[in-house]
């Protein structure tokens, strides 16, 4: 996956559309893991994925070879870099919320492993009044749903 540019002009102006449309989607993401509903980023993902890998390629060739870009108008140079100056905070900011958002699941996940753990029977010791049956095993399998 590589862009087809005629120019340095031409391949500086697809990088800020390509920038600025993985900004876009990377926003959309954003304020879906803010408002708790990570499952809305997921229509977007396969778009996203294929923009960030071009995103990738590119930004590697042309830290491998500045000249591709060298030729462009400063204007249109400086356009790029105010581009990525942007998608860098956004992806901050969808990192905060994916950290937010994995924190608050594994805090979930923990308090009902813990009350599943605290509401297994126990055996109630020895002697005429004690509890015969057993403790159920110590693994307890929890299955999640992928949607919710």
Not at 5 to 21: F, G, H, M, N, S
Not at 62 to 89: G, K, M, Q, S, W
């Amino acid at each position: 996956m590589a862009l087809h540019a005629a120019d340095a002009t031409d391949r500086v102006e697809q990088l800020i559309t390509l920038t600025e449309r993985l900004t876009d989607l990377i926003v959309e993401e954003a304020k879906a893991f803010e408002a708790r509903r990570p499952q809305d980023a997921a229509a977007s993902q396969p778009e996203t994925s294929r923009l960030a890998n071009i995103y990738r390629h590119e930004s590697a060739r042309i830290r491998a070879n500045p000249r591709l870009i060298a030729e462009a108008p400063r204007e249109l140079r400086l356009r790029l870099v105010r581009a990525t100056e942007a998608f860098d905070a956004v992806l901050a900011r969808q990192g905060r919320a994916i950290e937010a958002a994995k924190t608050v699941t594994e805090g979930i996940v923990k308090a009902i492993a813990e009350e599943i753990a605290a509401s297994r029977a126990k055996a109630g010791g020895y002697g005429p009044g004690a509890d015969a049956r057993t403790p159920a095993a110590s693994a307890t399998a929890i299955t999640l749903n992928r949607r919710a």
